[in-house]
């Protein structure tokens, strides 16, 4: 059917009024990563164009170490967490064993138990492991997630019984059949996940606030908290720029998947 | 003879209860260890400092966290009479009553104006869920200089039109709004994302019998989109609520709980008085707190969503 010119109209008004509301912070602040402070400060458009806050940013506060640092907790949780849910769903779906039923309910029970009502006993437990300032205590506790047992469960269970069944006639082990036919049937529910883990990943701020004492393993989620608490007032520029740095490999993640992130999150959600 | 093959077909019975007995014996196993890390991590790093919790709710503690003396229920009674505390309770309630109703209807308009099939909707759809890539850290930031005093965008704004500056963050009647108006901005790019897959997933055959029948667009949204949204709704708005009562980088970052307490949200007291007080017995009683509400909320969504299987 084809829509009414006026429609049209009415709609890419609409739309192009809301993106640039939306966007409006964000493209405030990608502009301002460029502006001299002085510009900033007295409120002008911008005079001139330069990159010296992102210069003093990674020189004057060593943004590269907190990124580096970042790519890496991320990347650690989101493998963690593909290996981790990946095994359990195939449990819930291909062996069938005493019990499983009462693991799958505890399972959903974990669900309910927000992190942040039990950060006390996990901060105890990750000083007395020495893991404070260290990549262990920032990523271990993330690696079991029910979510991404769930969401995987829901695509295993799309496999046929009987390739199961023809691959144990042939003789093949679990672990076989587990790497060679339903982890590459699901690939792309395990890159929705993993794309979606990174994100939580790496927006991460509460854990890392406190599992970190110094720069050593610091994410740059708390690097951008000390940037603006210590600069606060004068350098916006340099601030914007920490800022922008943190956003971009989320953003440019979320443009090339968005697709699938929404079906995934819509079908783990619903379903 | 006779006794002989009953002797016989005895014992293939019990070396057939026993192979038997054996094969699910090592299912068992293989399913054990399939599960095993998963199991592992969550009784370390979940339900162990569940449990924990509540035990140090019901004590007082050292700085260094270890339970010293057992008072029953008297950090709950000195919480619930304490005016910080409600105080505290109070802003986390009208934080979510301010953020969850704005954030679904914002998120459902830009869903249904985005759900249009236009050239060029690809751009739309991607600028209005790009909120779910900007962190907490980010997104407080980019708003510290909105609502900055002086050279703040919303101040000037406000300045141009000869209207009075607002201190939008130090004036304890602004700065609930100040940290409402971020969280919707940073909540939308999800929530949106999620409404716009339960429009696609819609069937296309009631729209066009509407059609046929010449119903007009508002009819048509009020009497079949939004019925048929309505358990996405219902999980957006679970979801929506679960979230706003775990909030705190955009406290940490924007007003530290302050001005006069207005924005001491729950999990930022307990952040405060755990990580700054070191009253870790007051602060597990806030948590388990926080806890209960959550169950809650949690409980209701599983209930009523197990419904909608019936109405879809």
Known sequence: MRIPLGRKIVTYFLLSTAALLVFMPTLMAVVMSFMTNQDIMTGSFPSAFSLDNYRRAFEQFSLMHYVINSLFVSIIIMIGQLVLSSLAAYAFVFLEFKGRDFLFYLFIATMMVPFEASIIPNFHTIRDLGWIDQYTGLTVPFFAMAFGTFLLRQNFKQIPKELREASQIAGMGEVKFYLTVVL???????????????????????????????????TVQIGLRQLQSQEQMNDWGMIMSGAVIVIIPTLILLFLGQKKLQRGLTEGALK | MTEAAATLSQEDYILFEQTKRKHRYKQFIKGMLFLLPSIVLFSVFLFYPLLRTIYLSFFLTDASGAPTVFIGWDNF????????????????????LYTVPLTIVVSLFLAIIANEKLRGIGFFRTIFSSGMGISVAAASVFWLYLFHPTIGFLNIILDTFRLEKISWLTDPSWALIAISVTTIWMNIGFTFLILLGGLQSMDKYLY??????????????RRITIPMLSPTLFFVVTVTIINAFQTFGQVDILTQGGPQNATNFIVYSIYREAFTNYQFGSASAQA??????????????????????HYQ
């Open chain 1, 184 to 218: 590459p049937v699901a690939k792309t529910s395990l890159i929705t996940l993993g794309v979606y883990g990174f994100l939580t990943s790496w927006n991460m701020y509460l854990w890392p606030l406190l599992a970190t004492t110094n720069d050593s393993v610091r």
């Open chain 2, 77 to 96: 009674v000195t919480l619930f009479q304490s005016s910080i505390f409600q105080q505290s309770i109070k802003s986390t309630f009208l934080f979510v």
């Open chain 2, 208 to 221: 066009e019998s509407a059609d046929v029948d010449g119903a007009g667009y508002f009819y048509k949204l």
């Open chain 2, 288 to 309: 388990i707190i926080l806890f209960i509400i959550i169950l809650i909320m949690t409980i209701i969504q599983f209930k009523l969503g197990e419904r909608k299987v």
